[in-house]
């Protein structure tokens, strides 16, 4: 069982090919390049690298938010063609869990991905590492996917009795906030850790793939979990309007 995992809901344009034992291949950057320009070239240089075609993959994963809107609609585009093309299933793989997946040893620590919302909010969730014998890097989410200001995610945090590794993209705007917060039980994942990979992508979408949790390609759309700006602004001058 091979698949193609493809991340675009951030900055970084990521793609990977995974087996059932093994990440064959992975290609991440981030340079400042569109996904537009970036990602179908990096897909025909991963394929080419791995000695394979569209046709040998069994499904598509693909992060599907929360995240940039132009980037996971540029990533869903990309995956429905290859989906398309190759006549496979595509797999839905949460952004915010494979952002924890990435994390790796939490040692105990309750994991908080978070992705910059802009506004200064952020999308997030809680989550646990579990089954860790099964090879999966699997979590569990607590609670559900939110966006929220950045100040009533860590106000909240503090009254957990818990330690918390944070994660994510949103650490450039915020990491003084989370440092300067927690009492001692806030600490930041690893820089290397911090971006999210296709590679994290594929681990998770293998494990979708094999528990049957694939779609078909015209059933996948992105999660945004809020409106975009220029929707809101839509609204509001609507309000003003009326």
Same mark, same amino acid.
């Given at each position: ?10 900055n ?7 087996g /059932?034992?093994?990440?064959?291949a992975?290609?991440?950057v ?14 025909d ?11 040998e ?5 693909? %992060? ?10 540029? &990533? ?6 290859l ?14 869990e ?26 997030? =969730?809680l989550?646990?590492? /579990?089954?860790? &014998? ?11 996917? !939110? =966006?929220?200001?950045?100040? =009533?995610?860590?106000?909240?945090? /503090?009254?957990?009795? !818990? ?14 906030k989370?440092?300067?917060? &927690? ?13 999210? !990979? ?5 681990t998770i ?5 094999? %528990? ?15 409106l975009?700006?220029?929707? !809101?602004?839509?609204?509001e001058?609507?309000?003003?309007l009326?």
């Open positions: 069982m091979k698949i193609l995992a493809i991340e675009s809901s951030g970084v344009a990521s793609a990977a090919i995974a /059932e034992d093994k990440i064959l992975e290609y991440t981030n340079i400042g390049k569109t996904h537009s320009q970036t990602l179908l070239p990096m897909i240089r991963i394929l080419s690298d791995a000695e394979m075609s569209v046709n993959l069994d499904a598509i994963a693909v %992060s599907r938010g929360p995240g940039s809107f132009t980037g996971l609609r540029i &990533g869903s585009a990309t995956a429905k063609g989906a398309a093309a190759a006549g496979i299933p595509i797999v839905d793989v949460p952004t915010l494979a952002l924890a997946v990435g994390v790796g040893n939490a040692g105990g620590r309750l994991i908080c991905p978070v992705i910059d919302a802009r506004r200064n909010e952020v999308y997030s =969730a989550f646990e590492e /579990e089954d860790k &014998g099964s090879g999966k890097g699997a979590v569990r989410m607590i609670g559900e996917e !939110r =966006a929220l200001g950045m100040e =009533a995610l860590l106000s909240e945090l /503090e009254a957990m009795d !818990r330690e918390i590794i944070f994660t994510g993209d949103a650490l450039r705007v915020h990491a003084d989370i440092k300067a917060a &927690g009492n001692g039980k806030f600490m930041l994942a690893p820089l290397s850790s911090r971006d999210l !990979r296709a590679g994290c992508v594929a979408g293998l494990y979708m793939l094999e %528990s049957g949790k694939a779609v078909e390609g015209s059933d996948h759309t992105p999660v945004y979990l809020r975009s700006s220029a929707e !809101r602004e839509r609204l001058q609507g309000k003003t009326g």
